[in-house]
Nanobody, 126 residues
Framework: QLQFVETGGGLVQPGGSLRLSCTAS????????VGWFHQASGKEPEGVSC????????YYADSVKGRFTISRDNAKNTVYLQMASLRPEDTGVYYC???????????????????WGQGTQVTVSS
């Protein structure tokens, strides 16, 4: 089972910014398609942004396009999600996931069946 440590969440006002980090502890992320998933209260996690392991291609859900940016630092075995212009509907727990089986970034963000870690809570509220 792939294990991650997600950090960087917190309480932020609408319009604010946060940077989430996801570090893999037991494997090298360099060979994996990676993604960030958002779980709002009472809902299943949904992919918001995913990134290829090969060509750097990215996918963003319409709800975050233009506001969130995914990046990766393979040397640090870490994936980031830079979140800007945050909205109350961005509130929830954010998880990361990785797959060597899925290479297409949109497919990664639409995939289900991942095992989730502890995630990091983001609360957007005034």
């Amino acid at each position: 089972q792939l294990q991650f440590v997600e950090t960087g969440g917190g309480l932020v006002q609408p319009g604010g910014s946060l940077r989430l980090s996801c570090t893999a502890s037991s494997f090298s992320l360099a060979y994996y398609t990676v993604g960030w998933f958002h779980q709002a209260s009472g809902k299943e996690p949904e992919g918001v942004s995913c990134m290829s392991s090969t060509d750097g291609s990215t996918y963003y859900a319409d709800s975050v396009k233009g506001r969130f940016t995914i990046s990766r630092d393979n040397a640090k075995n870490t994936v980031y999600l830079q979140m800007a212009s945050l909205r109350p509907e961005d509130t929830g727990v954010y998880y990361c996931a990785a797959s060597r089986r899925i290479s297409d970034v949109q497919s990664m963000c639409l995939a289900i069946g991942f095992s989730w870690g502890q995630g990091t809570q983001v609360t957007v509220s005034s």
